[in-house]
Every structure is written in C-alpha cells, then in structure tokens.
C-alpha cells in the first residue's frame, strides 16, 4: 500500500515506527505443547509473541532438552511477561521445566 509521497505503509503505521522495538527471548521451554499454552496465557493479557523452535537438524524432534522453543516480546513487554510466566508456574498452570532467559 502506498500513500500519496509514494511510501510503502503498513496499515496506519509508518515504516519509521515499525522499527521502534527490539525483541527479546524472555522464557525457553523444551515441550512444544507448553510453549503453546504459554503463547496463549501472553496473547490473552495482551502481550505479543513469537515461538522460536530450535532443534539440531540430524534431531528433528523434541527430545529431553535438545529441541528449544524460545518465547520473545517486545523488550517493552518483558518483566510483565516474566511476571505472568512466573504466576502460572507457582499456580501450576506451567510447569516450570524451562528457564526465564532475563532475570527478574
């Protein structure tokens, strides 16, 4: 999409704001099923995030700790993150085999 001086928009957001943040791997878990569940309890509260699924290659799978998933924020969204992490860990909701990534 273009506007009117010919730059690229992204909806109603100016590229020079699209690059206003800096993301940050906040919690690393090695259960697939549980960094969904953990997606989901940071979407809900309204914190974005991405899942970053890393395996050796010659181990396509999940296997004790050999297959990663890294959960990232915006660095702005990262003890609010940690914050929510840690309640659902102590409310048993999450549990807690992974490792926060950035203290607290």
């Not at 549980?34 to 395996?55: G, T, V």
Request: aromatic letters at 8%; a negative charge.
């Amino acid at each position: 999409m273009a506007d009117e001086n010919n730059k690229k928009t992204w909806g109603n957001i100016e590229p020079d704001e699209i690059a206003d943040y800096e993301l940050v791997d906040v919690y690393t878990s090695y259960n697939f099923a549980e960094a969904e569940l953990i997606r989901d309890i940071l979407l809900d509260n309204q914190i974005d995030c991405f899942l970053q699924k890393l395996h050796p290659s010659q181990f396509p799978m999940d296997v004790g700790k050999h297959g990663q998933i890294r959960v990232t924020v915006d660095e702005n969204k990262v003890e609010a993150a940690r914050s929510l992490l840690q309640e659902a860990i102590d409310e048993g909701a999450l549990s807690g085999e992974g490792t926060f990534d950035v203290e607290g």
